[in-house]
């Protein structure tokens, strides 16, 4: 069976000029590992 992959999203132009840190993909990413799910991507879009 594959592993499955995942990106996550994330969406705010504070996250693209580096006003806020993107705390919330890391634990997204930490949460869906611990599922078995690899994330392939992240996106940060504003």
Do not use: F
Request: avoid cysteine.
């Amino acid at each position: 069976m594959k592993t499955p992959l995942a990106s996550i999203i994330t969406i705010g132009d504070e996250l693209l000029i580096g006003q806020t840190i993107d705390t919330n993909s890391a634990y997204i990413a930490q949460q869906l590992n611990s599922l078995g799910i690899w994330v392939r991507k992240r996106v940060a879009v504003g």
